[in-house]
């Protein structure tokens, strides 16, 4: 099946089935099944079954799925069994706090490059990464091939970064920018708005 008939919405589960993956792999268990797993995520077995299928067949009926196989096929499905250069625009408090999270590496996501328009901030060093100047984006993302990209500027500042960033050949944009993006079809875009998340959880308050 080709990759682009599969809804975004399958796609979306799949992070999450790895990571329950993962943490049963490390818990040293090796054969699972998509009921269990489906009681850990408050998923339906039989949505679980569906949305793999999109991709090939896992496992064996009556024997589940071997965990580390099915590790390393949606890791594979999902592009991170390799690792992935990732450039973070704008090192304000948020970007400060995502620079320094050591979650990414292990996840297949490295982030190499920082950038942000403020002169007190250019030239300080976070970890072991230099805050680079915004106004070389464009040059550098294209001189080293970057092709995933997070932005943690202000809102009115976002829309021209990604703009920036599609033109220097970007193919992924997360977002966490209060603000809607714009972008070419090539360009897929994640928005995580943490308050946007709020309001939608209180309406259930």
């Known amino acids: 099946m080709v990759f ?3 809804p975004d919405i399958v796609v979306g589960r799949l992070p999450i089935y790895l990571r329950a993956l993962s943490h049963m792999a490390a818990a040293g268990q090796e054969i699972t099944s998509s009921h269990e797993l489906g009681k850990k995520l408050g998923i339906s077995s039989a949505q679980i079954r569906k949305d793999l299928s999109h991709f090939g067949e896992f496992g064996k009926q009556g024997t589940g799925y071997r965990i580390s196989h099915l590790q390393e096929q949606i890791k594979r499905i999902l592009k991170v069994d390799r690792e992935w250069d990732v450039a973070l625009v704008g090192v304000g408090n948020l970007g400060h706090a995502v ?3 050591a979650g990414f590496k292990d996840r297949g996501f490295h982030i190499t490059l920082l950038f942000d328009n403020d002169p007190a901030k250019i030239g300080a060093r976070i970890g072991h990464l230099e805050v680079l100047d915004s106004a070389l984006l464009k040059e550098t993302l294209v001189a080293k091939h970057v092709k995933v990209v997070m932005i943690s ?3 009115s500042a976002a829309q021209q970064v990604a703009d ?6 970007v193919k992924a944009i997360l977002n966490y920018a209060p603000i809607s993006l ?3 079809d090539a360009v897929k875009v994640q928005h995580l708005d943490p308050v946007a998340y709020l309001q939608r959880m209180t309406y259930y308050l």
């Not at 920036?164 to 050949?169: I, L, N, P, S, T």
């Open 4 to 6: 682009g008939e599969v």
């Open 153 to 155: 500027v202000p809102a």
């Open 182 to 184: 714009t972008v070419p």
């Open 164 to 169: 920036m960033c599609a033109e220097a050949g």
């Open 99 to 101: 620079a320094r999270y």
